[in-house]
């Protein structure tokens, strides 16, 4: 059972993030802010709210330890605080000055990776302040990224929807494309799975899309063999683009937020849903779990955050899985190619319908050139910008009455001028009586 415990609504624009450390619960904002909650209560920190970005933060983590909390945002720049009291220890700007979509801490917390928008992947140097390395993918912008537990490499996923390995001197070792229509999310869970026959380690990962897929996959890294990334199955429960998705701690459950405004709480080992959480009531941005208690948080459009306490006992129903051993991977392997449809409950199958016929306006196949880059919703009246991208119209009003720089590259804009996109327009309402047929 996942029971909601508390519902955290001071944000006054859509959540974007949120991060645990074993005291702490951070989130931020379009509205330019990061909140920082403790976890006793959920009483906001005195320091709290962080208000250090210039516009919107669009992702939040916290060292392994829970001694330094880093954000960043669409004003080109990475920061780092000291959670305890809420000061700004270091800015750390994005060559380029691109957007950052994504932040992550190494393991042993002494590189903080930044994504940017120009697709460019920055190491910083966490003791130093100083930039370690960087590269850039190939195409798309930079939207999600995992370290592997052991440090060893780096997984990012980009807007083109590709898979890229990078060791830790940022080298690309691997790249596969993953999801169409962009990757927006990835996760590595923290335990490995060991195959002791052979000497060789296995991480777990799951990233997640705008082709409303969940994929799990095997990541082997050795020396003499390189990397091998191992597609394993697919998770089709939701009925939208799926924005967020993370392992719990001991890598036996993964949580899913969806633009169909639900979270779902899978069993890894077998791909049952044990919980479908559908208390937001717009799309479901962001999901973690706690690493040391039985909590899960979700973000939402709806600019709140939602806690919920989840019974393992009964989540779990008693069938605990050797994450340490080659017949666990033997398990993933058989029950992630059976239709895990077949296993669902009765009451799962129907509430999934249910949403499905609210979705009205978002197709499980909607052209992402149709969708805002803002809001990331069907766009009704698409105007063109000076930036040459297109845009819901008020949107983008509302963005050019606090900013005169594009929501996409972060520079200037040369005019406030915003232009009818006529054909766009008509290529939406052409889409639109298709599907109604």
Known sequence: MATLIHTLADHSDDVNCCAFSSSYLATCSLDKTIRVYSLSGFAELPYSPLAGHAYAVHCCCFSPSGRLLASCSTDGTAALWDPRDGRRLAVLPQPGASPVRVCRFSPDASFLLAGAADGSAVLWDVRSFRLYRSGKVKDGSLMASAFSPNGSFIVTGSSSGDLTIWDDKMRCLYNEKAHDLGVTCCDISSHPVSDSENGLTYFQMASCGQDNQIKLWLILFADFLGVQLKYKCTLNEHSAPVLACAFSCDGQMIVSGSVDKCVIIYETSTGNILHTLSQHTRYVTTCAFAPHSPLLATGSMDKTVHIWQLDLKQSYAGQFQDLTSLPYLSLLTTSCTNNFSESLGLRSKILQKIEELRMTTISVSVPDEFLCPITRELMKDPVIATDG?????????????????????????????????????????????????
């Open 389 to 437: 991208y297109s845009y819901e119209r008020e949107a983008m009003e509302n963005w050019i009455s606090n900013r005169r720089s594009s929501p996409m590259t972060n520079l200037p804009l040369q005019s406030l001028v915003l232009t009818p996109n006529r054909t766009l327009k008509m290529a939406i309402s052409r889409w639109l009586e298709t599907k109604q047929k």
